[in-house]
């Protein structure tokens, strides 16, 4: 396998290590778009911690933000709607 695909894989799995960073991604799995306001209300994450895990998520490239004057919204990328799918699969 190549050490550039070992290295993504290592991103994301890191990236969704985390039971709220899952959670987050099945919120925004549901919703297609949402924003750091609505996520934290909804799964009762605070506001500080629910950005630090979405710019987590981001940086493994899971979500991808998009603003909208001064909100800022989220939705899932392609390797995000595939890892949630896996996550799923996992019963």
Same mark, same amino acid.
């Given at each position: 396998? +190549?050490? #550039?695909?070992? #290295?993504?894989? +290592?991103? $994301?799995? #890191? *990236?969704?290590?985390?039971?709220?960073?899952?959670?987050? =991604?099945? @919120?925004? *799995?549901?919703?297609?778009? /949402?924003? $750091?306001?609505?996520?934290?209300k909804r799964l009762e994450i605070e506001f500080s911690n629910t950005s630090q895990h979405l710019?987590?998520?981001?940086?493994?490239?899971?979500?991808?933000? @998009?603003?909208? *004057? =001064?909100? $800022?919204? @989220?939705?899932? /990328?392609?390797? *995000?709607?595939?890892?949630?799918?896996?996550? #799923?699969?996992?019963?």
């Open positions: 396998m +190549e050490e #550039k695909i070992i #290295k993504r894989a +290592e991103r $994301v799995f #890191k *990236g969704a290590a985390n039971r709220n960073r899952v959670r987050i =991604l099945d @919120h925004i *799995g549901k919703e297609n778009i /949402t924003s $750091v306001w609505a996520i934290s710019q987590r998520l981001e940086r493994a490239g899971l979500i991808e933000k @998009h603003k909208q *004057g =001064l909100s $800022v919204y @989220h939705e899932l /990328t392609p390797y *995000g709607e595939r890892v949630l799918e896996f996550i #799923k699969n996992m019963k």
